[in-house]
T-cell receptor, first 116, second 116 residues
Framework: DAGVIQSPRHEVTEMGQEVTLRCKPI?????LFWYRQTMMRGLELLIY????????DSGMPEDRFSAKMPNASFSTLKIQPSEPRDSAVYFC??????????????FGPGTRLTVT | AQSVTQLDSQVPVFEEAPVELRCNYS??????LFWYVQYPNQGLQLLLK??????LVKGINGFEAEFNKSQTSFHLRKPSVHISDTAEYFC??????????????FGRGTSLIVHP
């Protein structure tokens, strides 16, 4: 398997523009997570899905952020409109949802977003 | 609620010296603990995990960690570090979310800097 795939790897945009980040999880994994990493706040969980359904979006910072998972092999995180404080590295991760024990998360390489 | 505290934000060490990265957790139920490593410009990857059994857990790249229930700690150690171990290290504890699956909570991370 190619692992978790994220695109683009780098994104530079101007304030006010719409930004869409993409993620393809590992085939067969039923959980998908979106994280944001900054120096100030560390690694923050934004939202996670189970079988394409959003389960917990309490980490999404504002209504400007939205995430979708239209099928088991694709998810998007959209920011509209973007602001300079959204600059961060955004990670997607996937895992199997075990109820008897936890499984490890597999992370993508991340998308480095810069909003000017 | 579960939380993870990584006591050191940065740990500088010379090559071939031993190192310990500290992690304490709080949990009211059984815990499952992980250490992840993040090399520069990459996503996180699993270093080792404790699910049950022996409290001394061995991982990749010569790292090991010891689960100490009485002290609620899961410190990561390596007897002799290499330059290539320079990375960010994250401790995580898994909590059982609604629906029964396990969701990780990550610490803020510890930056290990190995000097020649």
């Amino acid at each position: 398997d190619a692992g978790v795939i994220q695109s683009p790897r780098h994104e530079v945009t101007e304030m006010g523009q719409e930004v869409t980040l993409r993620c393809k999880p590992i085939s067969g994994h039923d959980y998908l997570f979106w994280y944001r990493q900054t120096m100030m706040r560390g690694l923050e969980l934004l939202i996670y899905f189970n079988n394409n359904v959003p389960i917990d979006d309490s980490g999404m910072p504002e209504d400007r952020f939205s995430a979708k998972m239209p099928n088991a092999s694709f998810s998007t995180l959209k920011i509209q409109p973007s602001e300079p404080r959204d600059s961060a590295v955004y990670f997607c991760a996937s895992t199997l949802g075990g109820t008897l024990k936890p499984y490890e998360q597999y992370f993508g390489p991340g998308t480095r977003l810069t909003v000017t | 609620a579960q939380s993870v505290t990584q006591l050191d934000s940065q740990v500088p060490v010379f090559e071939e010296a031993p190192v310990e990265l500290r992690c304490n957790y709080s949990s009211s139920v059984s815990v499952y603990l992980f250490w992840y490593v993040q090399y520069p410009n990459q996503g996180l990857q699993l270093l080792l995990k404790y699910l049950s059994g022996s409290t001394l857990v061995k991982g990749i790249n010569g790292f090991e960690a010891e689960f100490n229930k009485s002290q609620t700690s899961f410190h990561l150690r390596k007897p002799s570090v290499h330059i290539s171990d320079t990375a960010e290290y994250f401790c995580a504890v898994s909590r059982q979310a609604s629906g029964g699956s396990y969701i990780p909570t990550f610490g803020r991370g510890t930056s290990l800097i190995v000097h020649p």
